[in-house]
């Protein structure tokens, strides 16, 4: 297994979106991998878990608020009935003299039914959330490997945000294919996506970083072009997305050097 393929199925399994069978070969793909490759396996697991920041602050209308707390309080007398029904006590309804309550643990008792009841509606909040999320993305037909890439923290901004960025590639001669990038100021990192990328046997293809003059002088990474159909992703660190960087995808040599390598794709960044 592939570290991209770790990748999204970590993301996967840490929101519990993997079956059994599914979830056996990523923890054994997983154990086989090297410790750096686990270790961040499982801080990308750790991440995409944390949904806090998807949590709204949000104060509920006293009207919500009361049907909760009604709510509570019949459930709590219905499990009373049916717990007194089991016992068959006689003098369930008889008048008796209550016992002494320490105040404090009734003031507690009151702000547990309250913290429960806005956790209710915050739990709420967040269903609608994913749901606006969920239809956005198939009015989009975003791939499942872009969604997976961006991650929960970044989908947002793709579909909402108005700093997000999208540079399409530009195809040099006969070149066939799409590269596109998706970034923007506030992330860490951009996201890379390509297809239709086939490569010769011998050769391989590059993300560089051009001069003005058009010369290659930094390589950013090396893409998979093993299979030209699937759409593949790959983040891109911040420093290669400042406004007019020149990125090209060029075609070289295994092992050969980059300055050696044709241009295919050319962009620059807005």
Known sequence: MKIQQLLENAHLDALGMLDASEQAEFQHALASAPDAVRRHIREEQARVADISHLLPDVAPSPQLRERVLAAVAAQISAQLLAEAAAEQKPDLYEMRRPERVSRRWRAATVAMIGACGVLAIAFVNVLTINSQIKQSMAVLDLPREVTIGLGSEHTVDVLFGDSTRRDL??????????????????????????????????????????????????????????????????????????????????????????????????????
């Open 169 to 270: 590639f530009r195809a040099v001669g006969d070149a066939g294919g799409a590269v596109s990038l998706l970034h923007d100021s506030s992330w860490d990192s951009g996201l890379l996506s390509y297809k239709g990328l086939v490569g010769r046997a011998g050769s391989e293809y590059r993300l560089v970083v051009l001069d003005a003059q058009g010369r290659i002088i930094e390589r950013v990474a090396t893409l998979d072009s093993s299979d030209d159909k699937q759409i593949r992703t790959l983040r891109i660190e911040g420093r290669f997305l400042m406004e007019g960087t020149r990125l090209a995808v060029v075609s070289a040599s295994v092992g050969g050097a980059d300055a050696e390598g044709v241009i295919r794709f050319e962009a620059r960044l807005s």
